[in-house]
């Protein structure tokens, strides 16, 4: 059976791709009885991107068990071709993804599927000391905040407090309260890459709220969510060298 995924207003799913073509430029996706996803680590082993659509997302949907490995730079090219308002039908054949665009005009592209040499790895299980629910928006403007003082930055919770900094020669912090941000957390503190915190809060645009999950020198795992779709990024700790 081939696969059929009818997608209504697919301007979330575009920005999706787009998001994660920064990450890796090939990718594996799975689609079966519950939907869509995709997983893949970038080339430097630092930063992993988990995405799902479940099935109930699609205005139609049939899928065997396919993998279809696919160039996110031609995928991301066609869907930038959808409004938001068009409609989007992905079907696979023996070796191309057929993606039509409806709007006034149906239009047609086919892109070939390739090999994609990634192993198949699954999300880690990790547990958190620390887990912040906050408006996306606040975490964008912390990240664009550090960036101007330096190209990493801490994250620090406590039972009532979620504090991001930076410092170099000059530095940055905000702090937020549990009034302003939901904060279930020991204590807490662990420094990140700004350069992939930035690439992830582009995803900050697709949902309402987002879930910082940390734990001290651990990885951190930042989950973007709305009601068709989620996106979560993990992102190993910057450990620093006392050399």
């Known amino acids: 059976?081939?696969?059929?995924?009818?997608?209504?207003?697919?301007?979330?799913?575009?920005?999706?791709?787009?998001?994660?073509?920064?990450?890796?430029?090939?990718?594996?996706?799975?689609?079966?009885?519950?939907g869509m996803s995709i997983?893949?680590?970038?080339?430097?082993?630092?930063?992993?991107?988990?995405?799902?659509?479940?099935?109930?997302?699609?205005?139609?949907?049939?899928?065997?068990?396919?993998?279809?490995?696919?160039?996110?730079?031609?995928?991301k090219a066609?869907?930038?071709?959808?409004?938001?308002?068009?409609?989007?039908?992905?079907?696979?054949?023996?070796?191309?993804?057929?993606?039509?665009?409806?709007?006034k005009v149906k239009r047609n592209f086919s892109l070939a599927l390739i090999e994609v040499d990634a192993e198949d790895k699954a999300?880690?299980?990790?547990?958190?000391?620390?887990?912040?629910?906050?408006a996306p928006s606040d975490l964008v403007d912390?990240?664009?905040?550090?960036?101007?003082?330096?190209?990493?930055?801490?994250?620090?919770?406590?039972?009532?407090?979620?504090v991001i900094e930076a410092s170099g020669l000059n530095s940055a912090?905000?702090?937020?309260s549990s009034d302003e941000v939901k904060i279930i957390s020991g204590v807490s503190k662990s420094k990140y890459s700004l350069e992939y915190?930035?690439?992830?809060?582009?995803?900050?645009k697709i949902s309402n709220k987002v879930f910082v999950n940390f734990s001290s020198d651990m990885p951190c795992k930042i989950e973007f969510k709305n009601d068709n779709l989620e996106l979560a990024f993990i992102l190993a700790p910057r450990v620093e060298n006392n050399d």
């Open 78 to 103: 066609v869907l930038r071709r959808a409004k938001s308002a068009s409609t989007l039908v992905l079907e696979n054949t023996e070796n191309m993804l057929n993606i039509e665009v409806i709007d």
């Open 123 to 134: 999300p880690p299980k990790l547990e958190f000391l620390s887990q912040i629910q906050m």
């Open 173 to 176: 912090r905000s702090e937020f």
């Open 39 to 75: 997983v893949a680590i970038d080339p430097a082993n630092v930063a992993m991107v988990n995405f799902r659509i479940p099935k109930e997302s699609f205005s139609e949907f049939k899928a065997g068990n396919e993998v279809l490995g696919v160039n996110l730079d031609n995928l």
């Open 1 to 34: 059976m081939n696969m059929r995924a009818k997608l209504d207003n697919p301007k979330a799913f575009s920005e999706v791709i787009a998001i994660i073509s920064e990450i890796v430029s090939e990718v594996k996706i799975r689609i079966n009885d519950s």
């Open 142 to 162: 912390s990240i664009e905040d550090c960036l101007i003082v330096a190209d990493s930055c801490t994250f620090i919770a406590s039972r009532d407090k979620f």
């Open 197 to 204: 915190l930035q690439k992830f809060v582009k995803a900050s």
